[in-house]
C-alpha cells in the first residue's frame, strides 16, 4: 500500500491561546528594544501566552548575577501546558504524526514481533511500503501521557527525582518526557546509542532513581540493543537506578533483569483504570529537565533548564521566530537527544498548539526522497533540520527533489553547524522556499540568532545566521579588553547578563562550573558563547567559529571556518573540516579534510593533483597565501557526533597522531579510519 495524498484532519484551531496578549503589528526592531530597554515588561506580555497555575509575583530577579530567576513565585507544568491547555480547542488535532522509515511492511517478515508489540502498546500504526506511521491526537497524547505519569508514581518517581531516557525517537519517548514534567520529575534525554560507559556517567551525575529504554533501535537498517547498552551501564554506574523501565518495541528478544520493569504490561495496568494524574504545579524556577551538549568541544555539560521560563520563551519562539501557528505542522528533523530535537519536536510545537512531525529513519532511506515525501503527505509548513541532513541529500540523485509537491512548506531553519552558501542555495533551488539560517546553543535552548520571517522587513542575508533575538542582548566583544568591536571587527560572541528566559539556570549540582564555563570573563557579566563573530554595518552577524577552531599561522590568527567556506564554493565538495596541525616553523598549517561528490575522482594521481590544486586554489583566492592548506586529503567520510557536528578535534588528533580523546559523542566510528586512510592514500 502507498500512502495518498491525504491532507490531515486537523482543525484549524484558533491560535488566540497563544498569541492573544501580542500585537503582531510590531518591526522587529520594536520588538527587540523593548525585549533589551525593558526586560520585565517584555516578558510579563510574554508570559500571558501559557497557562499560570498561580501568577508570577516578580518577572525578574537579577539581584544574583549571572544566576537568573525569571517568573518568580509563579507556579505552573510544562506538561499541563503542552497538552491538558489544548483539549477544550485542539483535542482532535494531531499533536504527533510519529513515522518511522527503519519498520515497514516489507520488514514484517524480519521482525514478526513487532506488529504485536505495537498493539500493546495501544499505537494503531499504519504500515506502508516506505514507512510505519502513528497520528495522535492531543485527546489520544493525553490519555497516553497519564498513562505514563502513573506508572512513573507506582514505581516511585516524583518530584525531583532524576530519570533519565535513553530511546529511540518513539512516541514512548515523548509520553516519558511529558510525563516526567506532569509530575515533576526531572528528565535527562540521553542520546540513544552512546557507549554503556557514557550512560553510567550520567545516571552517577544525575543519580537517576530510574531510566527508561527499550530493547532495540533501528537505524539504517541495523539493529541498536538498547538494552544491552542499559544492562551494561547499571552494572557500571556507582548510583543505580531502582528501575529499568522497558518499552519493548519487539524487535529484539532480551532476558528481563530483576529491576526491569515491562512498560506494556504496566501500561495495560493504568489503562484498565483509566488513570489521570493531577499535573503537579512547580515554582517557575524549579528545574524541568537536564541536557547534556554535544560535546564537540569537550566533555559534554549538563545544562539545566527552568520550568516557567522554558515554557514561555518557547511558546514565543514559535510565533516571533518560527511563524508557526495553532494547526499548522512543524518537523524538526534531529534527535530528541539534542537540543534542537528536544526542544523543538517536542516542548515547542505542542506548547503552540501545532501538530509536531517525529521521525525515526536517515534522510536516504529507503530512498532520498523520504522526507519530501514525508511533506507532501502531511503537508508539513516549518522544517527544521541541521546541515549535515542536507549535505547528505546533495550526495544522491538531485531528481529525489523534485518528485513531490512540497508547496506546503514555508520556511525551512537550520542550525547546529556553521551553512555553507553551496549548500543554502541547493536547498532553496529546489524548494524554492526561505531557506534561513539561525544560530544557538543547547545551553539556550531556542535562537540566540535569526532572520525572522514574521518581521520581513530587514531582509535576508545569505551567509549571516540573522541578528540577536529579542532577550538576547548579544554583541561582540574584544575578548581581551571586553569593549565592544566595530561593525568589520571580529571577536566573541557574547551575552550580556541577564540571560532571557528559558536559557540554561545552572550546571546540574555544579554552579562553579556554570560560572568557569560561561561567565569567567569580565566580572561575570558576560555569557560567552565560546564562538567568535563578526557583525555588518546593519547589525547581521557572521559565526566564524569556535574559539578552539582558530589557528596561527605564523602570527595570524585564521579561523579554520573560514578556510572551509572557500572550501565549499568548489563544485565538487560536499562536506569539509580544516583543522590546524603544529608546526615547526609556523607554529601552525591549515590542513583540509573534503568529501567529495565523485570520490573516484582520487583514483588517478592526475585528477586527484587537479582536485587538490583547485582546493588550494579557492582558499588562496578568497583569503591570501597565508590561508594556503598545507595539504588537502579525500577521507569518504569525517567523523561526527551524533548532533551532526564534525568532529574536528578528533580530526585534528589524527592528523597530528595523537589519541583521539574522549570519542564517547562519536556517531560513525568508521570515518576514523576513513580519515586515516585518506592520509596514507597521499
Ligand atoms: P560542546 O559544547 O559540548 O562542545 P556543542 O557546542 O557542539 O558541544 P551544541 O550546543 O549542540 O553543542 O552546539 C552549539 C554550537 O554549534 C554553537 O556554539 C556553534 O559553535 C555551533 N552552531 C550552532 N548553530 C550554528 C550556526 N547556525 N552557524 C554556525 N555554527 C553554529
Ligand atoms: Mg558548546
Request: charged letters at 20%; one cysteine or more.
Amino acid at each position: 500500500m502507498n500512502e495518498q495524498d491525504t491532507p490531515t484532519t486537523s482543525q484549524q484551531a484558533s491560535s488566540a491561546q497563544v498569541s492573544s496578549a501580542i500585537d503582531t503589528k510590531l518591526t522587529f526592531a520594536d520588538v527587540y528594544k523593548n525585549s533589551i530597554d525593558n526586560p520585565s515588561h517584555f516578558w510579563a506580555e510574554q508570559a500571558k501566552r501559557i497557562y499560570w497555575h498561580k501568577e508570577p509575583e516578580q518577572i525578574l530577579d537579577d539581584s544574583n548575577l549571572p544566576f537568573t530567576q525569571w517568573f518568580v513565585g509563579g507556579e505552573t507544568n510544562l506538561c499541563y501546558n503542552c497538552v491538558d491547555r489544548h483539549l477544550e480547542d485542539l483535542a482532535e488535532q494531531d499533536a504527533f504524526i510519529w513515522l518511522s522509515s527503519e519498520i515497514n511492511q516489507e520488514l514484517m517478515e524480519t521482525y514478526p514481533n513487532v506488529e504485536q508489540a505495537f498493539s500493546d502498546l495501544g499505537n494503531n500504526v499504519e504500515f506502508y511500503t516506505d514507512y510505519t506511521k502513528r497520528r495522535l491526537t492531543y485527546n489520544d497524547l493525553y490519555k497516553e501521557v497519564n498513562y505514563f505519569a502513573d506508572v512513573l508514581q507506582r514505581h516511585g518517581i516524583g518530584k525531583g527525582d532524576r530519570v533519565i531516557i535513553y530511546m529511540p525517537m518513539i512516541l514512548e519517548a515523548a509520553y516519558a518526557m511529558l510525563a516526567c514534567t506532569r509530575i515533576g520529575a526531572i528528565h535527562s534525554v540521553v542520546f540513544g546509542g552512546f557507549a554503556a560507559h557514557n550512560l553510567a556517567i550520567r545516571m552517577d551525575d544525575a543519580e537517576a532513581k530510574m531510566l527508561i529504554t527499550v530493547d532495540a533501535g533501528l537505524r539504517g537498517g541495523k539493529v541498536i540493543n538498547y538494552k544491552n547498552l542499559v544492562n551494561q551501564g547499571v552494572e557500571q554506574a556507582i548510583h543505580k537506578p531502582n528501575h529499568v523501565l522497558v518499552v519493548s518495541r519487539g524487535i529484539l528478544p532480551f532476558e528481563a533483569q530483576p529491576i526491569d520493569v515491562d512498560y506494556a504490561t504496566e501500561r495495560r495496568i493504568s489503562c484498565q483504570a483509566n488513570a489521570i494524574v493531577d499535573p503537579v504545579w512547580l515554582e517557575s524556577n524549579e528545574p524541568s529537565y537536564l541536557l547534556y551538549t554535544s560535546g564537540t568541544t569537550g566533555t559534554p555539560k549538563g545544562v539545566q533548564r527552568d520550568t516557567g521560563g522554558h515554557a514561555v520563551a518557547l511558546t514565543t519562539s514559535i510565533d516571533y521566530i518560527y511563524d508557526g501557528k495553532a494547526g499548522e505542522t512543524f518537523w524538526t528533523i534531529s534527535d530528541i537527544g539534542w537540543a534542537a530535537g528536544h526542544s523543538y519536536t517536542i516542548y515547542a510545537p505542542l506548547l503552540a498548539g501545532m501538530s509536531s512531525v517525529m521521525y525515526e529513519g536517515l534522510p536516504h532511506r529507503p530512498n532520498p526522497g523520504i522526507w519530501w515525501r514525508i511533506v507532501e503527505a502531511n503537508k508539513v509548513n516549518i522544517l527544521f533540520t541541521a546541515p549535515t541532513g542536507v549535505r547528505m541529500l546533495k550526495k544522491q540523485d538531485e531528481t529525489w527533489m523534485t518528485r513531490y509537491d512540497v508547496s506546503s512548506i514555508k520556511s525551512f531553519f537550520l542550525a547546529g553547524e556553521p551553512l555553507d552558501d553551496s549548500t543554502a542555495n541547493w536547498l532553496s533551488k529546489h524548494l524554492g522556499v526561505p531557506i534561513l539560517d539561525h544560530y544557538w546553543q543547547t545551553e539556550s535552548g531556542w535562537p540566540i540568532l535569526c532572520h525572522t520571517p514574521k518581521f520581513d522587513h530587514k531582509p535576508h542575508k545569505k551567509g549571516s545566521p540573522g541578528y540577536p533575538m529579542y532577550g538576547y542582548n548579544a554583541h561582540i566583544i574584544n575578548e581581551e579588553t571586553g569593549e565592544p568591536c566595530a561593525a568589520g571587527e571580529k571577536g566573541l560572541l557574547a551575552i550580556s547578563a541577564p540571560l532571557p528566559p528559558g536559557c540554561l539556570t545552572t550546571v546540574w549540582q555544579n554552579d562553579k562550573r556554570f560560572v568557569s564555563s560561561y561567565f569567567n570573563l569580565f566580572n561575570g557579566k558576560e555569557y560567552s558563547t565560546s564562538d567568535y563573530a563578526v557583525a555588518d554595518e546593519d547589525g547581521y552577524f557572521y559565526i566564524l567559529g569556535r574559539t578552539d577552531d582558530v589557528i596561527n599561522v605564523a602570527g595570524h590568527r585564521i579561523g579554520t571556518q573560514e578556510i572551509e567556506e572557500a572550501i565549499s564554493t568548489h563544485p565538487e565538495m560536499i562536506e569539509c573540516a580544516v583543522v590546524g596541525i603544529h608546526d615547526e616553523l609556523k607554529g601552525e598549517l591549515p590542513i583540509a579534510f573534503c568529501v567529495i561528490k565523485d570520490h573516484s575522482l582520487t583514483e588517478s594521481t592526475e585528477s586527484r593533483f587537479r582536485l587538490e590544486q583547485q582546493v588550494i586554489g579557492a582558499v588562496v583566492k578568497s583569503l591570501g597565501g597565508i590561508a594556503r592548506p598545507a595539504a588537502v586529503y579525500f577521507p569518504q567520510a569525517l567523523p561526527k557526533t551524533r548532533s551532526g557536528k564534525i568532529l574536528r578535534r578528533a580530526i585534528r588528533a589524527l592528523a597530528e597522531n595523537k589519541p583521539t580523546g574522549d570519542m564517547s559523542t562519536l556517531d560513525n566510528p568508521p570515518a576514523i579510519d576513513a580519515v586515516k586512510q585518506s592520509m596514507k592514500d597521499y
